[in-house]
């Protein structure tokens, strides 16, 4: 549903009044004098996103940030300022509906403290259903020097800052965003096309190569998969490589990066932090490599609505 919902919407907006950069990116750009104004906003839902019987209200409020925060990493925008919005679930207690609030405020005010940027105000309401919790992040960067998910080539290398899945153990509330990353990279090395692994790499993956009008073929033995992925893999049967696949919430970056970049990127994050998973291609569609055979990869991954 998320897909096609998205490019329905984006079609639909078109109507309107543009901005520089709209639907589509990981975050939104609005044109400004010398600076361009980046702008995202995301929404979790207890039940979706984290189950408030089982987390300490204070790691959602860092989760809340942090997945915001990913995606200005991913347009290789500065954040400045968060707006938060909380839809807290009436209690016949008040007391407790404050505590659970001031709880999540206290997450979000120390994850804002920690990547130094303002939380600039929002809104709080009450209602008759689950936690639901909304925030815009902006962010800035230098005119027209934000990357984007469209422009992937034809044999640029796939390379991801990080292992993946098995985030369901824990690294889904607790990740770091890759902002630290970026400010190293960005100016220095030519990022063809950049964005964050919120859904899960092949679905991600496929998106941006949806994007970039091209392929994409993954050496399967060369994806990078976490430790709790190798631990999932021993209970349910998958391999740790599907985890690595499909599971989401990594929030580590997907980029595209020409071959003779590759040796200058990892000289300046470090080889464990650009890792090379695969290749772009003319061919379009996901593709897989194992071996010396190729095989079409059906994407996996969340979908919303499905």
Not at 2 to 20: D, G, I, N, T
Not at 198 to 212: E, F, I
Not at 267 to 293: M, N
Request: aromatic share 4%; glycine share 10%.
């Amino acid at each position: 549903m998320e897909q096609s919902f998205v490019a329905w919407a984006k079609m639909r907006a078109r109507r309107l009044p543009q901005v520089k950069l709209g639907i589509g990116d990981d975050a939104a750009v609005l044109a400004a004098s010398g600076l361009d104004t980046v702008v995202t906003a995301d929404s979790l839902m207890d039940g979706v996103h984290f189950h408030l019987d089982q987390v300490d209200p204070k790691r959602i409020g860092h989760k809340l940030v942090g997945v915001n925060l990913s995606d200005l990493a991913a347009m290789a925008a500065r954040p400045t300022s968060l707006f938060l919005s909380m839809c807290l679930p009436n209690s016949e207690e008040a007391e407790q509906t404050d505590l659970l609030a001031a709880e999540i405020y206290e997450g979000v005010c120390e994850a804002a403290e920690k990547y130094g940027v303002a939380l600039a105000g929002g809104d709080t309401n009450c209602w008759n259903g689950p936690l639901v919790l909304h925030m815009t992040a902006i962010g800035e960067a230098a005119d027209g020097q934000v990357w984007t998910r469209s422009g992937a080539k034809q044999d640029d290398l796939i390379v991801v800052t990080g292992p993946l899945g098995g985030s369901i153990l824990g690294k889904h509330l607790d990740f770091t965003p890759r902002l630290d990353w970026v400010e190293k990279v960005h100016g220095k090395i030519d990022i063809h096309a950049a964005m964050d692994i919120s859904d899960g790499l092949s679905v991600d993956l496929l998106r941006m190569c949806d994007a970039s009008h091209c392929g994409a073929v993954l050496e399967l033995d060369k994806i990078p998969f976490s430790p709790e992925a190798e631990e999932l893999s021993r209970t349910d049967g998958k391999l740790p490589v599907e985890h690595a696949l499909g599971d989401g919430e990594d929030f580590e970056l997907l980029l595209a990066v020409a071959p003779e970049d590759l040796a200058p990127l990892q000289a300046l994050v470090g080889a464990e932090q650009a890792l090379v998973c695969g290749t772009f291609t003319s061919r379009t569609g996901l593709w897989s490599r194992q071996g010396a055979k190729i095989h079409q990869l059906t994407s996996s991954g969340y979908v919303h609505g499905r």
